[in-house]
């Protein structure tokens, strides 16, 4: 069956960097959309940062822009956030995610994704 994996997380101080990995098995994903949300509780589901497979590009929720990048290695397989210049409010359990049919117009969107990872969680403060 499809499983996605996460590593990484933890505590960290403000500014600093964490790097979150996430490893997919269990079918191809090649074209497939894959990407990372996060959620607090008693919040929804945030976007975060997905690559979209198809054309292979990189999209970011505005929060994250300019301090986090997010990249995928040639086999498709693994997907990998670095987060830079973190913030408290960064702070969240953070999800892998994959879609092999979700839309451009809907990568925002968690519904649309059918295949999550357990979660790792991320804690920025002092």
């Known amino acids: 069956q499809v499983q996605l994996v996460e590593t990484g997380g933890g505590l960290a101080q403000p500014g600093s960097s964490l790097r979150l990995s996430c490893t997919a098995s269990?079918?191809?994903?090649?074209?497939?959309?894959m990407g990372w949300f996060r959620q607090v509780p008693g919040k929804a589901r945030e976007f975060v940062s997905v690559?979209?497979?198809?054309?292979?590009?990189?999209y970011y929720a505005d929060s994250v822009k300019d301090r986090f990048t997010i990249s995928r290695d040639n086999a498709k397989t693994t997907v990998v956030l670095q987060m830079n210049g973190l913030k408290p409010e960064d702070t969240a359990d953070y999800y892998c995610?994959?879609?092999?049919?979700?839309?451009?117009?809907?990568?925002?969107?968690?519904?649309?994704?059918?295949?999550w990872g357990q979660g790792t969680q991320v804690t920025v403060s002092s």
């Open positions: 269990g079918r191809a994903f090649g074209t497939c959309t």
């Open positions: 995610a994959a879609s092999c049919q979700v839309i451009l117009s809907n990568i925002r969107n968690a519904d649309a994704y059918g295949y």
């Open positions: 690559w979209w497979g198809r054309s292979n590009r990189a």
